[in-house]
């Protein structure tokens, strides 16, 4: 993914902490799925993004205050369930988590 790309995802990252599952583009859905071993730094951000702004507007809580170990878990939580996502849409087999806010970390732990 180019430079371009990537700001813009984060842009869409940060601008709709409130996407379901289901309405992430397949792009980082893909872009998750063959990031190999972890997420790569763009997608720590991405998530990071997206999880500190569901978590001001569902909890109250400014991105700032979010201790960063807190943010790393989540991220890779995240991460985690986008391949799974992506491997679903793959498949083309329901997935569970589609209607599940996708930013969200609640009962991944």
């Known amino acids: 993914m180019d430079p371009d790309q990537q700001t813009h995802y984060l842009e869409l990252a940060a601008a709709n902490p409130d996407w379901l599952c289901s309405d992430v583009p397949v792009e980082i859905l893909q872009e998750c799925s063959f990031a190999g071993d972890e997420p790569t730094g763009f997608l720590r951000t991405f998530f990071a993004a997206g999880h500190g ?57």
């Not at 700032?64 to 083309?92: D, F, K």
């Not at 806010?101 to 991944?108: A, K, R, W």
Request: with cysteine; proline share 11%.
């Open 53 to 109: 702004q569901w978590l001001h507007r569902n909890h109250g809580i400014p991105p700032s205050a979010v201790e960063p170990e807190r943010m790393q878990c989540a991220a890779l939580l995240l991460w985690i369930r986008a391949c799974e996502l992506y491997t679903s849409h793959v498949y083309g087999r329901p997935d569970p988590n589609w209607e599940q806010p996708f930013f969200s970390d609640e009962g991944l732990y």
